[in-house]
């Protein structure tokens, strides 16, 4: 019989330790619900921040979070036409994100964006660019991208972009120390 003992003891080791913390790792775990560009905002801000305290962290883009997801500058053929309607209806990206609320026809985002770069706040698309340095996971909802017709070519590229759906989703917020909806 090969058993690797040395491999066996860690396993049950990080059990143990995991069992300690009652049973939850040093994870965040959070739903990106909104394609709001505050919301985005605030949810990348957190999950770089996790990220730099050490944290794991995987965040599920769902529904109106999916668009902030897709790349200005590509395109996707073969579209049905809601697939084609939602792709022209919602932003096409980070940079089309608007403010949830005070948006006044374009003026407040417009206003929110100068003033973050005045004070030398990063923009969206700079904090999505963080989060990928920092290694933070992102998980976009098959359900949405079949249910709006995205295509996968139309993404951002993104080192830890992966498809999946809720269970695998929930499967990473189970044992996640934090888990949040935005």
Known sequence: MDVDVTAQLEELRARVESLEQGGQENKLSMVVFSGDLDKALASFIIATGAAAMGMEVMMFFTFWG???LRDPKKSASGKDMM???FGAMLPKGAPGAKLSKMHFGGMGTKMMRDLMKKKNVASLPQMIELAADMGVKICICDLSMNL??????EMI?????M???VATFLEQAMGSKVQLFI
Do not use: I, Q, V
């Open 66 to 68: 999916t668009p902030l």
């Open 83 to 85: 697939g084609a309607m």
């Open 148 to 153: 709006m017709g995205f295509k996968r070519e």
């Open 157 to 161: 590229d993104y080192p830890d972009l």
């Open 163 to 165: 498809y999946c759906g």
